[in-house]
């Protein structure tokens, strides 16, 4: 149960998950696209505000000539 929010901190939880899942959406389809498996467990299981997706796509998902 959340505790009692003010308004700042109800609209600063609102945009850090939608940030959250939008780059979590975006890796998780990535890694499932690229045939990465246990990335796309890790991924799942893991919740870091988008900072781990942003490492996968940027520097671990593989290279495909577009």
């Known amino acids: 149960?959340?505790?009692?929010?003010?308004?700042?901190?109800?609209v600063?939880?609102?945009i850090?998950?939608?940030?959250s899942l939008i780059?979590?959406?975006f890796a998780l389809w990535k890694a499932?696209?690229?045939?990465?498996p246990l990335w796309f467990i890790f991924l799942l299981v893991v919740?870091?505000?988008?900072?781990l997706e942003i490492?996968?796509?940027s520097f671990?998902?593989?290279k495909t000539s577009a």
């Open 47 to 51: 919740n870091t505000l988008g900072i």
């Open 1 to 10: 149960m959340l505790p009692n929010l003010n308004p700042q901190q109800s």
């Open 32 to 36: 499932s696209k690229n045939d990465q």
């Open 60 to 62: 671990f998902q593989r």
């Open 23 to 25: 780059w979590k959406g």
């Open 16 to 19: 850090a998950i939608i940030w």
């Open 55 to 57: 490492i996968y796509i």
């Open 12 to 14: 600063l939880l609102g």
